[in-house]
């Protein structure tokens, strides 16, 4: 039984260990042709690829790193441009308060010197108008009182420059007489 | 003999195909492609021979694991059931191919004072000498071709030895008149599993340990002079 398998598995009953030399040539010629193909096509394609990956992998990361210093400068840039904004904005917004302050004073002081000037011509105006009235008072009294009077005593004091002259005494002594009352 | 040439257009096309797309993002064909490539490239003549000099031999390493890894697994296939290197014939002609190889590479390295460093180990004592260089010169030259060429030989040829007794061990069982033996096939056929599935481990190991024995002999022959 043994014998058989050895046999049938050697085919022909011959030592195992002897080749055949058909095999040999057909297993070296189909060596040498895988050989040559994996030398020719194979082993250049995957090196190539494996060399562009490599490649590839390292370009991406040095962009990588390009990328994210560009984006920090911009980042830095950005936080630069808002600290300036800020701080203008401030700036202007402290002249707008001090202008403001300013234009308050000023227009306070407009104000308050023109109700000067106002209150100073109303003096002015009532100053003259009580001389003016002083004045026609004292004609328009005093011709009232001459002619009252010449009515009452019946006799025409119709010299001008002696009942003048009386009117004026009276008058001073009505002055005189206020004076006193006003002290 | 015409399987050997179908294992030639298998490793061929499905190589030339996987590879010839070469893009950067590999589609499912590519990386399997180039899995199986980085196994020999990186995992074994990276690994033992290393160094720059390792892509030179590449593609032997590579064309020899695939070769040997398909001829193999035509024993595992049924109809086929036939590992190429269960004769001799292949086997003995890819261990010359490699003998060949080293022999080149430890000369084209060293020049004829490699024998010298392959035989003459440094350091011992010269007395020693009239045992060692003997022993080396049988190890290295003359039987190192022969264990690397039977080792695959014989595993192939034993495991297609078992399973083609278990195969007529059950069908010899299966013709018995005794219901007993009949049923003892089953434990046969149980059995012939269990070696099948282990001769398909030895199929792929073997092919592994003939590429790297291979690579370890051309490391060895390009650093003859620091072993």
Do not use: C
């Not at chain 1, 300036?84 to 707008?96: G, L």
């Not at chain 1, 300013?102 to 306070?108: N, V, W």
């Not at chain 1, 000067?116 to 008072?137: D, G, K, M, N, P």
């Amino acid at each position: 039984m043994h014998q058989a398998i050895i046999s049938a598995a050697t085919e022909g009953g011959t030592n195992p260990l002897v080749p055949n030399p058909w095999e040999m040539l057909v297993v070296f010629a189909g060596f040498a042709v895988l050989m040559y193909i994996v030398v020719k096509y194979v082993v250049p394609m995957f090196e190539k690829t494996f060399a562009e990956r490599a490649e590839a992998i390292e370009g991406g990361i040095a962009k990588a790193e390009k990328a994210q210093a560009e984006a920090s400068a911009a980042l830095e840039e950005y936080k630069q441009q808002l600290t300036d904004a800020r701080t203008e904005a401030n700036r202007i917004r402290e002249e707008a308060r001090a202008e403001g302050a300013q234009i308050l004073a000023e227009l306070k002081e407009k104000a308050a010197a023109e109700s000067a000037r106002i209150t100073a011509q109303a003096h002015t105006q009532i100053e003259s108008e009580r001389q003016a009235a002083v004045v026609s008072l004292r004609a328009e009294v005093g011709t009232l009182a001459t002619t009252l009077a010449s009515r009452i005593v019946g006799e025409a004091l119709s010299d001008d420059a002696r009942s003048a002259r009386v009117v004026d005494r009276f008058l001073a002594d009505l002055e005189n007489q206020n004076a006193g009352v006003a002290k | 003999m015409l399987l050997v040439i179908l294992s030639v257009v298998i490793i061929a096309t499905f190589f030339v195909i996987a590879a010839r797309k070469q893009q950067l993002v590999p589609g499912k064909l590519q990386f399997a492609g180039e899995a199986a490539y980085s196994f020999v490239r990186n995992g074994i003549a990276k690994d033992i021979i290393g160094g720059r000099d390792f892509m030179k031999y590449v593609p032997l390493l590579f064309s020899l694991f695939f070769f040997i890894l398909v001829n193999n697994i035509y024993g595992a296939i049924p109809v086929i059931q036939l590992p190429t290197f269960s004769h001799v014939g292949g086997a003995y002609v890819l261990a010359a191919i490699v003998y060949i190889t080293w022999i080149a590479v430890g000369i084209k390295k060293s020049g004829l004072k490699y024998f010298k460093l392959a035989t003459v180990p440094s350091g011992v004592p010269w007395y020693i000498l009239p045992i060692v260089v003997p022993i080396e010169i049988i190890s290295n030259f003359l039987v190192r071709p022969v264990t690397h060429s039977l080792r695959l030989f014989a595993t192939m040829l034993a495991g297609h030895l078992i399973m083609m007794i278990s195969g007529a061990g059950i069908e010899f069982l299966v013709m018995q008149e005794n219901v007993l033996l009949k049923g003892a096939s089953v434990l046969v056929l149980g059995g012939a599993i269990a070696m099948y599935m282990l001769e398909a481990l030895i199929m792929v190991l073997q092919a592994y340990v003939f590429t790297l024995l291979t690579a370890i002999y051309i490391e060895g022959a390009l650093h003859a002079d620091s072993h």
